[in-house]
Structures are given as structure tokens and as C-alpha cells.
């Protein structure tokens, strides 16, 4: 009976769990739980016999890849990648997926929902502004930053993009203007919400020389990843443009700074939210067991990602 590990420091919905229990179920698998793991002994000692595994945001080192013998595929129920060492699954035989669009959805919404709080002051009482009428730009068309593009629509605002690797006939069909270079993309929208994912092309790239073009009342939206800031160029467009505003789906490293010197100009979520929804748990962690049942069944490779 093949062993399947979820390894979730920050926990699926329970309806999730139950569901990617039944899949399991199905096909004669077992399901191994780890929920919550502070320490990452216990992790080690989880996929030492496990042939599957899935995680979410939890880091999968070649430390946790030598120390999983019987270990054949890796799911990211998610999207980005970055969490995984691919080298070391390549090196020891293990094949790495995601789920891409899975939990796109949920990122989608929580990327508009700041986007109105921090338009309404963070609901502090005083006027703020709307969505309506205001530009919007997505850095990076894929599957999240189609869906925010897809509601912004809703909202009446006016939606611009910046993907050198999207399919543009896909783009303009969507009723967004694509851009031609990513300097543009910051001139012309107030409002720009970052789909990047994090590499070694992208991790703070976004700085003060990009911030600066934003036109007046600029807001930086970051459901992407922390990582992808330079976060030396947001303290400097925090101190120069006092119209500027940054709302992120977990904290900078510099969060201390701008809470103590920027106060209303900000948001950060206390534990990364994006994913968080019972649908979004289902939608990627039931994705991932039958990734894996058809790999292992059949040998499919569709969602490889190494
Ligand atoms: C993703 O890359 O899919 C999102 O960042 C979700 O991450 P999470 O599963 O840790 O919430």
C-alpha cells in the first residue's frame, strides 16, 4: 500500500483533508497526516518511508529529500515552486509537481480585498476612494493574475498587464491592455498587484527605480511573494512618496520600520492568506492526490515542474 505524507505546517481546511482522505481511500493509499510541525525533526523522521508526499509552503530541502527513501513525487499543492529544492529531487529520482490554478481563486480575491481596504483606509472612518474608474495593473498574466484582472473588471476598473511570456491574443480577449515593458506598466497604473513568482530573475526586483514611476496615490498590492521586494528601495519610496502605499500578503522583514514610521499607509497579513480557503484547500490538495495516484498508476508527468 503506497504511503502518502501531507505535510502541512500551516493546515488544509478539515474538509480538505477529508477529501484528499477519500481519493486515497480509493485507490488503496494511505494517508499519513502532519499537521502544524514546529520542528523539523519530526518532519525528517515523517517522509522516511512515505512514496508520495504533499506540502504547502513547507520548505522541502535536500536535507528532507536524503532523509525520504522511498520517496517518488513531491506535490506543491499550490503554485509557486520556490519552496522546493528541485536540484535534489532531480538528483535523487523524485518527481516535483504543483497544482497550478487550483487556488488561484482564493489569491485572486484576497488581492482585491486589500485593494479595497487599503482604498478605504483600512476602514479607519474617514473617506476613502473606490475601485471604480481607477487603473489596475497585473505584473505577470498567469492564472492569479487573471482572475484579479477578470473581478477588477467587475469593479469598473480600467486593467493593464506587463507578461512577456502570456499569449497576448488570450490577454486582449480578457479586455486588458498589454503593455510593452514593465517601466510602463508602473506609469500608467495606481494600483499594480504583483503575480511574479519568485526566482533568482525576480527576487527584489521590485525597488525603488520601478516604484517611483507609479502616478500619484500609488498602491503596490504583493499577493506574490515577500521575497520579489527590495525591501531597501520600499523603505525609500515610503520616506520620499508619503502618497505611497504598500499592502502585501505577509509582512516585509522591515515591517517594524513601517509600522512605527508610515502608519495608515499600510497592510500585511499575519500568516500568508492567499490560499486560505476551504475551497481553494480542496480544490489544490484533492489535485494533488490524484497527481500522484496517476503518477504513480500511470506515470503521468503533466504538472512536472523539475
Ligand atoms: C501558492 O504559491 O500557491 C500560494 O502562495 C499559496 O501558498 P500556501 O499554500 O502556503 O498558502
Redesign the pocket.
Known amino acids: 500500500m503506497a504511503k502518502v505524507l501531507v505535510a502541512t505546517e500551516?493546515p488544509f481546511a478539515p474538509a480538505a483533508v477529508a477529501q484528499i482522505k477519500e481519493v486515497l481511500d480509493k485507490a488503496n493509499y494511505e494517508l499519513v497526516l502532519l499537521e502544524k510541525y514546529t520542528d523539523k525533526s519530526v518532519l525528517l523522521k515523517a517522509v522516511e518511508n512515505v512514496d508520495a508526499m504533499i506540502v504547502?509552503?513547507?520548505k522541502v530541502t535536500k536535507e528532507v529529500i536524503d532523509a525520504a527513501k522511498n520517496l517518488k513525487i513531491v506535490i506543491?499543492?499550490?503554485?509557486?515552486?520556490d519552496n522546493l529544492d528541485l536540484e535534489a529531487c532531480t538528483a535523487a529520482n523524485v518527481v516535483a509537481m504543483?497544482t497550478p490554478g487550483q487556488?488561484s481563486n482564493a489569491?485572486a480575491e484576497l488581492a482585491i480585498g486589500m485593494m479595497i481596504s487599503i482604498a478605504r483606509g483600512n476602514y479607519n472612518g474617514k473617506a476613502g476612494t473606490e475601485l471604480r474608474g481607477k487603473k489596475l495593473g497585473i505584473h505577470a498574466y498567469g492564472n492569479v493574475g487573471r482572475f484579479v484582472a477578470h473581478i477588477a473588471r467587475g469593479f469598473g476598473m480600467d486593467v493593464y498587464a506587463y507578461d512577456p511570456y502570456t499569449d497576448k491574443e488570450l490577454v486582449n480577449k480578457d479586455g486588458v491592455v498589454l503593455l510593452d515593458s514593465v517601466g510602463e506598466l508602473y506609469s500608467t497604473c495606481q494600483y499594480i498587484s504583483l503575480h511574479i513568482p519568485a526566482n533568482d530573475k525576480t527576487i527584489k526586483s521590485i525597488g525603488f527605480d520601478l516604484l517611483k514611476k507609479l502616478p500619484k496615490n500609488g498602491i503596490l498590492v504583493n499577493?506574490?511573494?515577500k521575497e520579489v521586494i527590495d525591501e531597501e528601495g520600499l523603505l525609500k519610496i515610503f520616506a520620499e512618496r508619503e502618497d505611497f502605499r504598500y499592502v502585501s500578503?505577509l509582512a516585509p522583514e522591515c515591517k517594524d520600520e513601517i509600522v512605527e514610521k508610515f502608519e495608515g499607509r499600510f497592510f500585511f497579513t499575519p500568516k500568508?492568506?492567499?490560499?486560505?480557503t476551504a475551497e481553494?484547500n480542496i480544490n489544490?490538495g484533492v489535485a494533488g492526490a490524484n497527481q500522484i495516484i496517476d503518477f504513480i498508476e500511470n506515470g503521468n508527468i503533466t504538472f512536472k515542474v523539475n
Open positions: 500551516k504547502r509552503s513547507d506543491r499543492a499550490g503554485a509557486g515552486y504543483n487556488n489569491v499577493t506574490a511573494r500578503d500568508k492568506m492567499g490560499a486560505q481553494a489544490a
